[in-house]
Each structure stands twice: as structure tokens, then as C-alpha cells.
């Protein structure tokens, strides 16, 4: 399985904050690198696809960048309720694997 | 707008079978530009896909639990299932449907998520 490291655990910001978590890659995915959101007692949300794809419906100020093992999201100023947990997921290979996840906290 | 909904029982004896179903409304199941997924969630840990199915009928499993689950479309009601055989307490989480796009590769639609619990 292709193993997804994402840095740091957890963050605390404050509102306005730009914001940035990274993602790492075993092996080379290419560009098969999606990142999600979730709030508690909530289903994840896809905001990025493709590695810079934004999703219909999402913020602008929610960006990717990256290829091949090194990947990034930026949000580029934290609003209240952006205050979530964020998963990066490669869909390279079989099984598609998510990153341990990015906590973003006050 | 398409919305997934999980149902099945909240609890489960161990050694026995989870069955979860997952109903698809606001879009056919039918349409080749999709995949049908299942993923789940531990209490406080992290996302584990656990396989997916296309309109084909084709699937994938994660290959530690492949042994154990089976997907399946029923076209005919707009839904697919999730069968998971000899669980114990490792397999209690939240479980989550969602629709896959075909080309791209990401899940772009999620159930709500359903807590099963495995306890006698």
C-alpha cells in the first residue's frame, strides 16, 4: 500500500491565518492526490482533486499544489468555520489510502 | 443533487455478518461515469477505504479485508451494499458510502456515515 504522511498532526491558527499542510507519498502518484474536510459527526467534503482542483462549491481562498510525492494544501485566510480536520487521499493505486489527517484548531 | 443514505443494524455480534445498504437518490446508480464506494472510521482515527463497485459490476476490495467483504448493485432500487463476514470489535466504526468519479478518481458525494458496533 502507497503510505500517506501528513504534516504537522495538528495546528492552531486564528482566523485570517494563512495556512498550509503538507502531504507525502511513499512512491510517485503522479497527480492522484485528493484532499478533504471534515467537521465532527460529519461525512468528509472533497475540496481539492487532481492535486489543484477545485471542487464546484468550494472557497477559492482553498488551494493545492504538488506532483509526484510532495504535496501541498494552502488555505489562504482561515475562516471560522474552516476549523476542521483535513485528509489528504492518493488514488494512484489499490487501495486508495488517506493521510492520518490535519487537524486545524483555535 | 445526489444524496447517499446508510442504513443497517447499529450492532453486531461478533463472528457474524454487518450488512449496510447505501440508497442513491437525485441520480441513477446505472451511469457508467461513476464508482459506488465504502469507507470507514474508528472512533477518533483516521479514513480506510474498504472497496468499491462499478456499474460493470467490477470490483475492488482493500486487499486486509478482501477475504471478508462483498459489494453489490441492485440497479433496480437505486442502491448498493456492503457485506462484511466474521467481524469483531477491530471492525466497529462509522461507515460511509460515497460515489467515486470514474475518470478522475475521487469521491465527490458521502453518506451521512452510520455507527456499527460489534459487541455481544
Known amino acids: 500500500d502507497i503510505q500517506m504522511t501528513q504534516s504537522p498532526s495538528s495546528l492552531s491558527t486564528s482566523v485570517g491565518d494563512r495556512v498550509t499542510i503538507t502531504c507525502r507519498a511513499s512512491q510517485s502518484i503522479s497527480s492522484f492526490l485528493n484532499w478533504y474536510q471534515q467537521k465532527p459527526g460529519k461525512a468528509p467534503k472533497l475540496l481539492i482533486y487532481?492535486?489543484?482542483s477545485l471542487q464546484s462549491g468550494v472557497p477559492s481562498r482553498f488551494s493545492g499544489s504538488g506532483s509526484e510525492t510532495d504535496f501541498t494544501l494552502t488555505i489562504s485566510s482561515l475562516q471560522p468555520e474552516d476549523f476542521a480536520t483535513y485528509y489528504c487521499?492518493?488514488?494512484?493505486?489499490?487501495?486508495?489510502?488517506f493521510g492520518q489527517g490535519t487537524k486545524v484548531e483555535l | 443533487q445526489v444524496q447517499l443514505q446508510e442504513s443497517g443494524p447499529g450492532l453486531v455480534k461478533p463472528s457474524q455478518t454487518l450488512s449496510l445498504t447505501c440508497s442513491v437518490s437525485g441520480g441513477s446508480i446505472n451511469s457508467g461515469s461513476y464508482y459506488w464506494s465504502w469507507i470507514r472510521q474508528p472512533a477518533g482515527k483516521g479514513l480506510e477505504w474498504i472497496g468499491r463497485i462499478y456499474t460493470s459490476g467490477n470490483t475492488n476490495y482493500n486487499p486486509s479485508l478482501e477475504s471478508r467483504v462483498t459489494i453489490s448493485l441492485d440497479t433496480s432500487k437505486n442502491q448498493f451494499s456492503l457485506k462484511l463476514s466474521s467481524v469483531t470489535a477491530a471492525d466497529t466504526a462509522v461507515y460511509y458510502c460515497a460515489r467515486g468519479q470514474r475518470f478522475s478518481n475521487f469521491l465527490d458525494f458521502w453518506g451521512q456515515g452510520t455507527l456499527v458496533t460489534v459487541s455481544s
Open positions: 487532481a492535486a489543484s
Open positions: 487521499q492518493q488514488s494512484y493505486s489499490i487501495p486508495p489510502t
